[in-house]
């Protein structure tokens, strides 16, 4: 509002005073006069304010560490690294199509939904040239690409003849142990239903990744060869479900999209189906792991994780204790401001 | 008949001598001249031959530049490698060019290649567009200039023919008409004017308002009939072309073999405009851009300041950081690589080529990769931002309402655009006294003629400052109770305060012992010294004017030597050539008109003085005198002056022609223009000049001529002028002088062989001189010497040779001069008063206040500086003043040694200044309460360099320095070696010509738009209307300008280190691989786009404290002197802050997704994110004032960068992550926490312990207006 005045006195200035031509315009603006608002950081203003927001933290701060701490999560390492572990044998990298078994107990039930991770710690997924070593047209269902991957993917773009389908380190290396959870119900194991739907992003599923549009698939993929260390092609990674192959098959894409920190988990499956929905009863369950990943070259370990999530995401303490803290520091350093305020301000007055 | 020749001799001199007139007065351009006379002498042809174009296809001068000009950098083809090639002179361009261009090397890319181009392109093409604006519209003028018509003579069609600018060649012949604008440097060949002169306007070449003569060549001098271009043979040699306006010389070889020297008001320079002449016509001599005009044209000036000097230490600094960085994360790359041995895990690409890189090599290639990944920390924005942050403070600036000057409708200029923030740091201010402190309006104040003083009333003053219209004359004589009077005092009467106020002046002058008389009857002597005069040839047949009682003769030489002796034109709006038609010719005439019965013409005195008027036309008799009878005049003089001492007679004045009273003078010095508004108050008026004839008209006499005969030119040197003119009535040839006091007491006759008085005389006039000057007058000895024939033949001899010689004209008319000037009588003196500006005691004051040292240089004398300086408050009647005047370097030496011993106990020769680093209040300590006064003999000793270091010792302990007598050079001097030595800040204003060295030499040179000319503005690269607004300029424009860069400049380095330390921590987490989680568009455009926006209206709306809080409190200006809004540990201080603020926001999210199976991207723009928040708060933090165009601007940005990322920037990964995170609380919570604990210190910093500035904020209430 008050620029709008400037200018409209700025007119009738400018009538009044025309035949001097070099007079500037007399505008909010050109005379440096805009409606401006001073913060004056006095002490009473800083000192409330930071008790407020000290006092605002630590609640935020106690909400999120209840809910973190409410949290139920189980992690299992299966690197089989210990001898006395069943995976030790599998860990042996000559080893082939080996199986090992994780026993585990829930004392009580764990609430669902439960979530179902693999993790991999001194993985770097984040290597620069890991990172890069892709084809984003290939991965978009773009045929031209299938002859011919982008020089991203080199090494990893031919076998020497034949150009692989997908190229790139990050499809090759790919995760490929795979889990069948078992839980002991009257002296034989049931086998727990595992929803590996819609464990990717949406984006990922429908836009970002395509299938060629061929069908069947398999024929989109003549004359190309499967990734160095997969065993199967792409058009055969989920021979339960036909429409969970190719690029768009969910372990892949979750696979697909690098983890930020060498040390993460991924999502491999949900427990949210039958009897399980609302979580995994208490009881004894095993774990049948096909042991295909070798991490011991490059002291990686291999784990699984259960948890279930709040609104707040999965269980992280962090958050909480951070909140927590700065709150504090910000209540102790209105205290010391209120101390050092008194000092300066009193004597003064005296 | 006979005596034609000779005539034309003299009439050349006279040219010659008016040649040198001005010569000497471009103190600024003698550099110029001798670069130019130097690089000329390396050429083989040191000349110029024009012939004249015959319009066949050979034209002679074709090998000279045409009149087409181009002043546009590029063609259409050169422009983009020239342009590039410009702007790779800025280092830093061709640093990111590298950088980019570094990417396409397959190894070490790091983002894709063409986007790494972007912002290099970006920021080159903004450049570009930029450059290609001001050349489309130098182009367009050029265009325009180009195709002005003027009339150029064709052979073929033997006539004048319309032809465009751009088609006129050199050896053309050009018909000028009124007002029409030159075309190109011609020299005068033929003008209507029956005086053979043309009139210019140089006001685009020089500023200078008043008309300028120029004169036809003397062999077409006398050529009646119409110049004919076929008839023209000769052949012209000049010199080449150079860019001094005030000179020129050459010749034209006729056919016949004679030649005819060329001076410079020969020759008509481009540009100019013809005015009062109906037509002119010349020979086009240089052309195009080989005219003076254009050889002056040097764009504007690059300066490069202070705080960009900082920065760019900075810069190299953070080069060195980043390349630290690289290092560091390179060696750790190596080592990571070389922890798996042979054992290469799945997640590490081999080489294309299939092979394993060594770890050197990798360590290597990832050296160079991450000079790419963490270039943002060189902020390539910051350049440009810098620019267009100035661009915007030069807006506001020129825009400041309160830097604009109603009176002569101007405003600040700003015409060099990078140094603002300069204004904010300056430490010394170096001033001009006249016409910077002063109006530079000088008003006739008082005279001493022979010994006996007269004061002019400053009623008339006022009157006499702006001659109305109509003419004051005739008010003068119609209301004679209030118009100018003198009046007569005794020795003893003690002189009046110009203090005083005017009512007080009156009564004073009425009050005095002797009566008042009023001008006319000053006028009434002269008249009355004339009848004398002219009674006496009557009487006795050899009566010299020295036989008439020497006070008169005296009065009347001295008004006349006002009148004639000066360079004033005159002129009239309606008349523009002003003449005398029919002045009076003889004494035969004289007495004619004047006692037409009662004296006869039996005198045969004078015989050659006829020839003053053998030109001029019969055209109507318009001066003819028409005053009552002689007679009855006569008898009313001597009434009157027998009523001398009653009360002041009426007088009614003598009618006379209306034209009179519109004369207007013009002169190139105001002291000129004020000594002849002076004598014409005293009814004794220059009314026409021509180059070689000067008309006063005096009352009941009518107009009498005076044949001038040469004018030896004013020069700093000499500090003096002369003229020698013929006296119409006694034929005797007179030298008038007029000049400092101190060089004229030099030349007074000595005593002996002068009149006994003579003695007395000197030491009366002098004792006057000092009464003067310690009214704070400016003073000015008026002196004359009649010459014998033989005398003048003799001197004549010499002169003629001296203006005839090609080598060295200059020293030889410089030494002729001095032979002439010997042996004066002096005839009186008088006090100018050039009043202060408004404002300018307030100004010094708060000035000083702010911290500066004010040192004021000037060319008056030291008694007149002093006076001025109390007056303007620069030294002040309590503290002590130190007076260095030293005849000898020796002398001069052992006062320094005295003074510095006495005042500065503490005093170290070679002490250095307190650097910027100490705080005001200890510099504030080393200041005394001293003044110093030093003359300008004394100051070439003491800026000798043995002396200079101690006089700077002395003289920067002094409050305020006073420099007198001083020359432009020494001016230039002093600035350079305070500049220097102290290493501090300057900044020097100036109104004129001889201020021009001092501009250039300082950090700022400011120029006031005043009344002597454009040099000084054309030199500057602020000019102001009036001194005062230097405060506003200073204290308010400077301190923004200053505190805003430099807050933009810790700004930038600091959210780029921020940002950059980002991408470096993470290298940690991904075995130093180079690979960022900040996708590569944010990297790239973080600092073009998101960031940078914010920050540039920071930059340029930002106020720390109010305009009117900076006024009060001009202590706040010395933060910018002090650098204290950018030191080096500020810049350490941000750098560390950033590094402790991106370690918050890179660990905060680290901790919180820590072992979660967040992805890459979907990790990295929460950090982006926050990295982003952190920097905008802190910038709301850092910022003072919050425009609400701020808030808005923060979340403008901020949902833009939102909502664009995942639409368009992502071609890659990060596709859709944002919206994920949209919908995470989690997100939101990181958003509130971090930039809390980020800026935590920050707000602890800002608490209660008030800062320097909120203290002085305190007493003044703020405009809360939101």
């Known amino acids: 509002m008050g620029k709008e005045g400037g200018c409209g006195q700025n007119k009738t200035m400018v009538k009044q005073e025309q035949e001097l031509a070099n007079r500037p315009d007399n505008t909010a603006f050109t005379q440096q006069r805009l409606p401006a608002w001073q913060p004056m950081l006095s002490a009473g203003i800083v000192i409330p304010g930071f008790v407020i927001i000290g006092l605002a933290f630590i609640g935020i701060g106690v909400a999120l560490f209840i809910t973190s701490k409410n949290i139920q999560v189980m992690e299992m390492d299966y690197t089989g690294f210990e001898p006395d572990s069943d995976c030790f044998k599998c860990s042996n990298p000559e080893e082939k199509n080996c199986v090992c078994q994780l026993d585990f107990n829930i004392s009580s039930r764990f609430e669902g939904p439960v979530f179902f991770y693999y993790g991999l710690s001194n993985y770097f997924q984040n290597y620069r040239r890991y990172g890069v070593s892709k084809d984003d047209a290939q991965l978009s269902g773009d045929l031209d690409n299938f002859k011919s991957p982008s020089d991203t993917c080199s090494p990893y773009d031919t076998d020497g003849i034949k150009p692989i389908v997908p190229c790139g380190s990050i499809a090759n290396s790919m995760f490929n142990d795979t889990f069948l959870l078992y839980r002991e119900v009257n002296g034989t194991n049931e086998l727990v239903p595992l929803d590996g739907k819609g464990i990717a992003w949406w984006t990922d599923y429908n836009v970002k990744y395509r299938n060629p549009n061929v069908t069947p698939l398999k024929e989109a993929f003549e004359g190309t060869v499967k990734p160095l260390f997969w065993p199967r092609p792409a058009y055969e990674l989920d021979t339960s479900d036909p429409n969970n192959n190719g690029f768009i098959n969910q372990d892949f894409l979750v696979w697909m999209r690098r983890a930020a920190l060498p040390d993460f988990r991924k999502l491999y499956r949900r427990i949210a189906q039958g009897d399980y929905a609302r979580g995994l009863p208490a009881g004894n369950y095993s774990l049948k792991i096909a042991y295909n990943y070798p991490v011991l070259s490059f002291q990686g370990r291999k784990k699984v994780v259960f948890s279930n999530v709040s609104w707040m995401g999965g269980r992280n303490d962090f958050l909480g204790i951070a909140y927590l803290v700065i709150g504090s520091m910000c209540v102790f350093m209105s205290i010391v401001m209120l101390i050092v305020y008194a000092k300066f301000k009193f004597p003064e007055e005296d | 008949m006979e005596d034609e020749p000779n005539r034309g001799e003299v009439l050349e001199t006279t040219r010659g001598a008016m040649a040198r007139d001005t010569e000497d007065r471009a103190a600024g351009t003698h550099k110029a001249e001798r670069r130019q006379r130097g690089r000329s002498k390396k050429k083989p042809k040191e000349t110029r031959t024009v012939r004249v174009h015959t319009g066949h296809e050979h034209n002679p001068n074709r090998h000279y530049a045409n009149n087409r000009i181009k002043t546009t950098k590029y063609t259409v083809l050169s422009f983009l490698p020239k342009n590039l090639f410009e702007q790779f002179h800025r280092f830093a361009n061709v640093y990111f060019v590298f950088i980019a261009l570094l990417n396409f090397v397959p190894v070490v890319n790091a983002f894709q290649p063409e986007l790494a181009l972007a912002p290099v392109v970006f920021i080159l093409s903004v450049t570009a567009i930029k450059d290609l604006w001001e050349d489309y519209r130098r182009h367009r003028s050029d265009t325009e200039i180009n195709h002005m018509d003027c009339l150029v003579y064709s052979r073929a069609e033997r006539r004048y023919v319309e032809r465009f600018w751009k088609e006129v060649q050199v050896g053309d012949f050009i018909r000028l008409r009124c007002n029409e604008i030159l075309p190109a440097d011609v020299l005068l060949l033929s003008s209507s004017d029956p005086d053979r002169l043309c009139h210019l306007e140089t006001a685009t070449l020089d500023g200078e308002t008043n008309l300028k003569q120029r004169q036809v060549v003397r062999s077409f001098f006398d050529l009646d009939c119409e110049f004919d271009p076929l008839k023209f043979n000769g052949i012209i040699e000049c010199e080449k072309p150079n860019n001094d306006l005030n000179r020129f010389r050459g010749y034209i070889l006729h056919r016949s073999g004679s030649r005819d020297a060329l001076y410079k008001d020969n020759l008509l320079l481009r540009g100019c405009t013809v005015r009062n002449t109906e037509e002119a016509v010349g020979i086009v001599i240089y052309a195009g851009h080989e005219t003076k005009a254009m050889l002056n044209n040097n764009g504007p000036r690059y300066k490069r300041s202070k705080l960009e000097r900082q920065m760019n230490v900075h810069v190299f600094w953070c080069v060195v950081i980043l390349l630290l960085m690289c290092l560091f994360a390179a060696i750790g790359h190596g080592l990571w690589v070389f922890q798996y041995g042979d054992k290469r895990p799945v997640f590490d690409v081999l080489s294309p080529e299939g092979a394993e890189l060594s770890p050197v090599v990798a360590a290597v290639y990832l050296f160079l990769t991450l000079i790419i990944v963490f270039q943002v920390l060189i902020p390539i924005s910051l350049f440009v931002s810098i620019e267009i942050v100035k661009v915007c403070q030069v807006f506001f600036i020129h825009q400041d309402q309160d830097l604009y000057d109603e009176d002569s409708d101007s405003r600040l200029q700003c015409r060099a655009l990078n140094i603002t923030e300069d204004l904010g740091q300056t430490q010394y201010v170096f001033s001009d006294k006249t016409g910077t402190l002063t109006e530079n309006k000088m008003v006739f104040r008082r005279c001493t003629v022979a010994g006996v003083e007269y004061s002019h009333d400053e009623v008339d003053s006022e009157e006499e400052e702006v001659p109305p219209p109509g003419g004051s004359l005739r008010r003068d004589s119609s209301s004679s109770q209030q118009s100018s009077r003198v009046v007569l005092r005794s020795l003893s009467t003690k002189t009046h305060r110009r203090t005083g106020s005017r009512a007080d002046a009156k009564r004073a002058s009425i009050l005095s012992k002797h009566t008042a008389f009023s001008s006319p009857m000053v006028s009434m002597v002269l008249v009355l010294v004339l009848v004398l005069c002219l009674l006496c040839p009557v009487s006795s047949v050899q009566c010299p004017v020295s036989s008439l009682p020497s006070d008169l003769a005296d009065i009347m030489d001295f008004f006349m030597a006002l009148t004639v002796c000066n360079t004033v034109v005159v002129s ?259 006090g100018i008063e050039d009043r202060l500006q408004d404002g300018v005691p307030e100004t010094i004051a708060s000035l000083r206040q702010a911290g500066l040292q004010i040192w004021v240089l000037t060319g008056d004398k030291q008694e007149t500086a002093v006076n001025v300086a109390y007056a303007c408050k620069l030294l002040d009647p309590e503290e002590e003043i130190l007076t260095l005047n030293a005849d000898s370097h020796e002398a001069c030496a052992l006062l320094l040694e005295e003074t510095a011993k006495a005042f500065l106990p503490n005093f170290a020769p070679f002490e250095v200044y307190p650097p910027s680093s100490s705080s005001p209040h200890s510099a504030a300590f080393t200041v005394h309460r001293l003044g110093l006064v030093i003359d300008g003999r004394t100051l070439a000793y003491a800026l000798d360099q043995s002396l200079e270091d101690r006089f700077l010792a002395v003289a920067r302990s002094c409050r305020s320095v006073l420099c007198c007598r001083s020359t432009p050079l020494q001016k230039s001097t002093v600035v350079k070696l305070v500049r220097n030595k102290l290493k501090v800040m300057t900044l020097a204003i100036g109104d004129g010509a001889n201020d021009v060295s001092m501009i250039q030499v300082a950090d700022v040179g400011v120029g006031i738009s005043g009344q002597e000319g454009m040099q000084a503005v054309m030199a500057s690269d602020f000019a102001l209307p009036r001194f005062r607004y230097l405060q506003k300029l200073l204290l308010v424009h400077g301190h923004w300008s200053y505190s805003r860069l430099a807050n933009m400049i810790l700004f930038f380095f600091y959210k780029n280190a921020m940002f950059v330390a980002l991408v470096f921590w993470y290298q940690f987490y991904c075995g130093f691989s180079g690979s960022a989680m900040i996708d590569q568009w944010y990297l790239i455009f973080f600092n073009l786009m998101f960031s940078a926006f914010p920050q540039l209206v920071t930059g340029t709306l930002d106020k720390d404290v109010s305009a009117e809080t900076l006024q009060q409190l001009p202590q706040l200006y010395m933060s910018g002197q002090n650098s204290e809004e950018y030191k080096p540990y500020m810049f350490w201080m941000n750098m560390i802050d950033a590094f402790y603020q991106s370690l918050v926001c890179f660990f905060i999210p680290y901790f919180a997704y820590a072992d979660s199976d967040v992805d890459v991207f979907t990790w990295g723009t929460p950090i982006t994110t926050l990295a982003l928040l952190t920097i905008l708060v802190h910038l709301g933090i850092e910022t003072r004032t919050w425009v609400r165009t701020h808030v808005s601007l923060f979340f403008t940005v901020s949902l833009c960068y939102n909502a664009s990322c995942p639409s368009c920037f992502s071609p890659s990964n990060p596709y859709w992550s944002m919206q994920r995170l949209l919908q995470d609380p989690l997100f939101y919570l990181l958003c509130v926490l971090t930039p809390v604990a980020a800026l935590l210190p920050r707000y602890v910093q800002l608490g209660p312990v008030p800062l320097p500035l909120d203290l002085w904020l305190c007493p003044v209430p703020l405009p809360l207006d939101l």
């Not at chain 2, 053998?614 to 009523?643: D, H, I, M, V, Y």
């Not at chain 2, 013929?726 to 006759?749: C, E, F, N, W």
């Not at chain 2, 001296?802 to 080598?807: G, P, S, V, W, Y």
């Open chain 2, 572 to 830: 009239s709006p309606n008349q523009p050539r002003q003449k005398s038609k029919s002045p009076v010719k003889t004494i035969e005439d004289f007495i004619k008109r004047f006692t037409p019965s009662r004296l006869t013409s039996g005198s045969s005195s004078s015989s050659s003085s006829s020839l003053a008027t053998s030109r001029s036309s019969n055209r109507g008799c318009s001066g003819l005198l028409s005053s009552p009878s002689a007679e009855s005049t006569l008898a009313k003089l001597q009434e009157e002056q027998a009523a001398l001492g009653s009360a002041p007679p009426r007088y009614d004045g003598t009618p006379r022609s209306p034209e009179d009273g519109e004369l207007r003078y013009e002169a190139e010095s105001p002291d000129e223009a004020a000594l002849v508004y002076a004598a014409r108050a005293y009814k004794c008026s220059l009314v026409g000049r021509l180059p070689d004839q000067v008309t006063v008209e005096l009352p009941h006499l009518g107009k009498l001529s005076f044949e001038l005969l040469h004018t030896l030119g004013f020069d700093s040197t000499r500090k003096r002028m002369s003229v020698v003119v013929r006296h119409p009535l006694t034929d005797q040839i007179t030298v008038y002088t007029k000049g400092a006091d101190s060089v004229i007491m030099d030349l007074i006759k000595p005593p002996d062989t002068g009149r006994k008085l003579s003695h007395e005389l000197v030491l009366r006039t002098q004792n006057y001189l000092n009464l003067y000057a310690a009214d704070g007058l400016r003073t000015l000895c008026i002196a004359k010497k009649v010459l014998s024939k033989e005398q003048y033949a003799c001197w004549l001899q010499r002169h003629l040779e001296a203006e005839t010689a090609i080598q060295g004209r200059e020293e030889l008319l410089f030494d002729s001069a001095l032979r002439l000037e010997t042996n004066l009588q002096l005839l009186g003196a008088t």
